[in-house]
């Protein structure tokens, strides 16, 4: 086969994937720019000529994207931090410090790594109410205060530091908690980076405790509040369409500009070398 | 000397205190009462004190079809997803790895879907595969009556598709990665040798990234037996609990049945499958150290 065509070839197979990858997203969108009775329209309109903005204001009050969207970024953010900061410091610890039971409280902490939070959904249920957190900003964040996921690649890669920094350091003055902050911090900021992205996504993500411990749209996270958006009737397709925008356009930016912490850490330990 | 011995223990506790705190009361402690609950019969009438039947609810919970059946439906749904979602993740990344103009923009739309949840990806297609306005419905034949996800055949497959699309971007940047990986010489060397394009990819390539491929077949079962949001908003488990999986079997005796016992058992099941699972995963992750520690 000559080149040209070859190449060709390559380009018609790839505009291909994209087509049906993206067509899902893009029909999303146009349906959103669409007056509620021409979604229906058969054949269906596949580019809005005169696109109308107003789901995106309705899905925002009367859908109540914004009161969803801002529990989100309350959440994830919380989350986030809280994660990044025990798994740091707990992996801080386990690399550095010396102190009885050091073992088997690491092994403890990637024991967590097997319990996944659907498992212990029905006593944290019952704790979050008796702690009277029902419907509150706690009940979504506490109980992801920290992570088991966090602290191990956190030591793994701690331990690659090599020990005469330490030693360095002592002979600077520098006490623990400056060594961390001025030394282990930046120089793993790659790995620390790549652990925040995939926390924020994860618990952005997160679906069924959300739906378990909220019930108003004041405190419902933007996954759950997508439920009751759904439950629109068929003439507010746009606006349901909207919303589904609405939810997915903070990660799509997000993702963008942290692409390359977020490949390092989807594949850590997924690819040798 | 033994003064800083004990000041350096006192810091280290501080500093997993805060991480150990969360353990304790939201898993460690959730987990042994999930246990315990399991042993606990739950009155059919609210008001009641639940009875202690130790084991025997245990026995009784998990010879049932109301634990069998959405057990058989995770597996169904996992053999739906897991081979197939790697197959087209690998092939898109065979497509996008060569260099050309513009790949680059390729590779960005192929990882998209990365950027939908399982929420987002539900609720578009609900609205699509809707039997009287959706236009995917309309596409595959399904219009009017109850839709494919009210068919009790289809119903499952159609959440696979979703589920599967919403993780081709996982998949590709996973398989996209383990590819960068193959060494050129390698491709070079077996290309002199004369082997051909196909038998370059199954007996080079496919060997070298094959601990990516388990690492994506593990992950894709634990998550596969995870599976809630995409039941919740596209089936509820339904047409006749043809697509209830195994978690949403749990949330619906626990949530709306107020059945903590029964739910308990069930939710103590799948902890023992996905710490099975994990165990594997383990292993291998271990293996891998060893050999990249070797290279």
């Not at chain 2, 010489?185 to 196909?198: H, R, Y």
Request: glycine share 6%.
């Amino acid at each position: 086969m000559p080149a040209r065509v070859r190449t060709a070839l390559r380009y018609t197979v790839l505009v291909a994937i994209a087509l049906v990858v993206l067509f899902p997203i893009y029909i999303t969108v146009v349906n959103a720019l669409l007056p509620a009775e021409t979604i229906a329209r058969r054949p269906p309109t596949l580019f809005p000529l005169h696109p109308d903005w107003h789901s995106f204001s309705l899905a925002w009050s009367e859908g109540n994207l914004g009161d969803y969207l801002r529990s989100s970024v309350v959440v994830t953010f919380s989350i986030t931090l809280a994660e990044v900061t025990t798994s740091v410091l707990a992996a801080y610890a386990f690399t550095f410090l010396d102190f009885p039971f050091k073992r088997v409280l690491f092994a403890l902490c990637l024991a967590t790594l097997m319990v996944p939070a659907e498992v212990t959904i029905i006593p944290n249920y019952r704790t979050i109410q008796v702690f009277g957190w029902f419907d509150t900003y706690p009940a979504l964040i506490v109980p992801f205060l920290a992570s088991g996921l966090g602290a191990f690649p956190s030591r793994q890669s701690f331990r690659q530091l090599p020990r005469e920094l330490r030693d360095a350091s002592v002979l600077d003055g520098y006490g623990h908690w400056r060594f961390l902050a001025r030394v282990v911090v930046p120089l793993n900021r790659a790995m620390i980076g790549a652990f925040a992205v995939f926390s924020f996504l994860a618990s952005w993500n997160q679906y069924l405790w959300p739906l378990l411990v909220t019930n108003t749209a004041a405190r419902r996270t933007v996954q759950v509040g997508l439920r009751q958006l759904e439950g629109l009737n068929a003439d507010q397709q746009n606006v349901i369409f909207a919303g589904t925008v609405l939810a997915a356009l903070p990660i799509f930016l997000t993702l963008f500009i942290f692409q390359r912490q977020l490949v390092r850490g989807l594949t850590a330990g997924a690819v040798k070398g | 000397m033994r003064r800083r011995a004990v000041r350096e223990a006192a810091l280290a506790y501080a500093m997993v205190l805060p991480a150990f705190a969360a353990f304790v009361v939201f898993v460690f402690y959730p987990l042994a009462k999930t246990v315990d609950l399991g042993m606990y019969r739950v009155p059919p009438f609210p008001g009641l004190p639940s009875k202690f039947v130790g084991l025997s609810q245990y026995a009784s919970v998990l010879s049932h079809s109301q634990f069998l059946a959405p057990l058989w439906n995770s597996t169904l749904f996992v053999l739906f997803t897991v081979p197939t979602g790697i197959v087209i993740g690998l092939a898109m990344a065979v497509v996008a790895h060569r260099e050309l103009v513009g790949i680059r923009v390729f590779r960005t739309i192929f990882s998209s879907t990365i950027a939908t949840s399982v929420a987002v990806a539900s609720v578009i297609f609900f609205t699509l595969l809707d039997p009287t306005t959706g236009l995917f419905a309309y596409w595959i034949g399904q219009r009017g009556g109850t839709g494919i996800l009210g068919n009790p055949t289809w119903a499952l497959p159609a959440v696979a598709v979703v589920s599967i699309w919403q993780n081709l971007g996982f998949s590709f940047i996973l398989m996209s990665a383990a590819l960068a990986s193959v060494p050129d010489d390698l491709m070079e060397a077996a290309a002199v040798d004369g082997a051909s394009g196909s038998r370059r990819f199954f007996r080079v390539t496919v060997p070298l990234i094959s601990p990516t491929l388990f690492f994506a077949a593990i992950i894709g079962v634990i998550s596969g037996f995870q599976t809630f949001g995409q039941i919740d908003l596209l089936t509820a488990g339904g047409p006749n609990g043809h697509t209830n999986v195994l978690l949403y079997q749990i949330y619906t005796v626990f949530y709306e049945n107020a059945d903590t016992g029964t739910a308990s058992v069930m939710a103590v099941a799948l902890f023992v499958i996905l710490v099975v699972l994990t165990l594997v995963q383990f292993a291998f992750v271990h293996r891998k150290v060893f050999y990249a520690g070797e290279g």
